[in-house]
């Protein structure tokens, strides 16, 4: 367990909605991640941070914002959910000298 | 050319011998290399890092880098059927500090009884 939790874990909205997940670590690492997870894709980057207030992008970033005001929340905000970001998403935190580890994942379907 | 390959599987051992899973990457900066285990409907969890060629081992788990050839494998000795799974391999690229990983798209494993 790393000290990550993920909310909501399931959820279904619809298209043109916006949606925020949560990600919150207890264990006050300064970098996290986001990752979504598709078949045939594996795990692609969307954003992350290494810091509060200090984000970048990933490889898969469009449609995608997300936000960093306490060091252990990390938001990420879809805008206008559309159905190809129906995914499983993943958010990560880095241990210092170690690599990184994963929270539950949250599983979101836009209809 | 994807930066990290893997063959997707899915692979069938029987249980009792010898998982072989083989990845590899296109990137030669790459430094540090991972195996993370992915039950169905679960997270990726790690299980191994090797930063050095050659070999490193974990109980039951070997993994063996060889960077002149860009290749990374994971050796699972006496499988057992709860190493069913599926198996991440994912390489750190390096950006002025700030760690990413890549990571291929998983060989699924399965282990007959």
């Known amino acids: 367990d790393a000290g990550i939790t993920q909310s909501p874990r399931h959820k279904v909205t619809e298209t043109g909605t916006p949606v925020t997940l949560r990600c919150h670590q207890t264990?006050?690492?300064?970098?996290m991640y986001w990752y979504r997870q598709d078949p045939g894709h594996g795990l692609r980057l969307i954003h992350y941070?290494?810091?509060?207030?200090?984000?970048d992008k990933g490889e898969v970033s469009d449609g995608y914002s997300v936000s960093r005001s306490k060091t252990e929340d990390f938001l990420l905000t879809l805008e206008s959910a559309t159905s190809s970001q129906t995914s499983v998403y993943f958010c990560?935190?880095?241990?210092?000298?170690?690599?990184?580890?994963f929270g539950p994942g949250t599983r979101l379907l836009v209809l | 050319q994807k930066e990290v390959e893997q063959n997707s599987g899915p692979l069938s051992v029987p249980e009792g011998a010898i998982a072989s899973l083989n990845c590899t990457y296109s990137?030669?900066?790459?430094?540090?290399f991972f195996w993370y285990r992915q039950y169905s409907g679960k997270s990726p969890e790690l299980i191994m890092s090797?930063?050095?060629?050659g070999d490193k081992e974990d109980g039951r788990f070997t993994a063996q880098l060889n960077k002149a050839s860009q290749y990374v494998s994971l050796l699972i000795r006496d499988s057992q059927p709860s190493d069913s799974a599926t198996y991440l391999c994912a390489v750190n690229v390096p950006n002025f500090g700030n760690e990413k990983l890549t990571f291929g798209t998983g060989t699924r494993l399965t282990i007959i009884p």
């Open positions: 990560a935190i880095r241990r210092e000298g170690e690599t990184q580890y």
């Open positions: 090797i930063y050095s060629n």
């Open positions: 264990e006050n690492h300064r970098y």
């Open positions: 941070s290494y810091g509060v207030k200090d984000t």
């Open positions: 990137d030669r900066g790459s430094q540090s």
